[in-house]
T-cell receptor, first 115, second 109 residues
Framework: DARVTQTPRHKVTEMGQEVTMRCQPILGHNTVFWYRQTMMQGLELLAYFRNRAPLDDSGMPKDRFSAEMPDATLATLKIQPSEPRDSAVYFC?????????????FGSGTQLSVL | RKEVEQDPGPFNVPEGATVAFNCTYSNSASQSFFWYRQDCRKEPKLLMSVYSSGNEDGRFTAQLNRASQYISLLIRDSKLSDSATYLCAVNKGAQKLVFGQGTRLTINP
């Protein structure tokens, strides 16, 4: 059963520390999304890639967040330096680009707590 | 105004009842729409796609009203296992999927 794999599942860190979250998309999926979910804001799109190229990262705070796809099997989201307001669940999702509309498959998420 | 809006609920309904909730969207150019289900502390999972006027899958029916810019989800003969948060998602264009805040549903025995 193909699935999106995210690591770590949980991360507790102190303010100012670097945080790196990793995602392995479903094999054959060429579009990868990073979302952040909080109680207040719901699911927010941070960035997404197609064929490893960044298409849109307008939802991401540029000064501290960065997203990359070093290869087709790995996407990373990095926060440096982390702040308490970054505490949230970060989801990676992948999709097979089909023209109109993407059916997203989500990973289990990384629960991030910044103290 | 948010791009995708949902009534957060919670909706509390007895088992066996029919329940429906709506989701409104602001971008009239949107072409594809989805309902996702999210269980507590889990990831969202695709429930249904809505590409034209509507879609039906067993007890679930999704409708699209382009004129009024909303989609709806109807659940018939609700089960305890239907308790979850239901998220609507709208393709904003350029393959960007924007989610609503979700509607929380609890089915009571």
């Amino acid at each position: 059963d193909a699935r999106v794999t995210q690591t770590p599942r949980h991360k507790v860190t102190e303010m100012g520390q670097e945080v790196t979250m990793r995602c392995q998309p479903i094999l054959g999926h060429n579009t990868v999304f990073w979302y952040r979910q909080t109680m207040m804001q719901g699911l927010e799109l941070l960035a997404y890639f197609r064929n490893r190229a960044p298409l849109d990262d307008s939802g991401m705070p540029k000064d501290r967040f960065s997203a990359e796809m070093p290869d087709a099997t790995l996407a990373t989201l990095k926060i440096q330096p982390s702040e308490p307001r970054d505490s949230a669940v970060y989801f990676c999702a992948s999709a097979e680009h089909q023209g109109i509309g993407e059916k997203l498959f989500f990973g289990s998420g990384t629960q991030l707590s910044v103290l | 105004r948010k791009e995708v809006e949902q009534d957060p609920g919670p909706f509390n309904v007895p088992e066996g009842a029919t329940v429906a909730f709506n989701c409104t969207y602001s971008n009239s150019a949107s072409q594809s729409f989805f309902w996702y289900r999210q269980d507590c502390r889990k990831e969202p999972k695709l429930l249904m796609s809505v590409y034209s006027s509507g879609n039906e899958d067993g007890r679930f029916t999704a409708q699209l009203n382009r004129a009024s810019q909303y989609i709806s989800l109807l659940i018939r003969d609700s089960k305890l296992s239907d308790s979850a948060t239901y998220l609507c998602a709208v393709n904003k264009g350029a393959q960007k999927l924007v989610f609503g805040q979700g509607t929380r549903l609890t089915i009571n025995p």
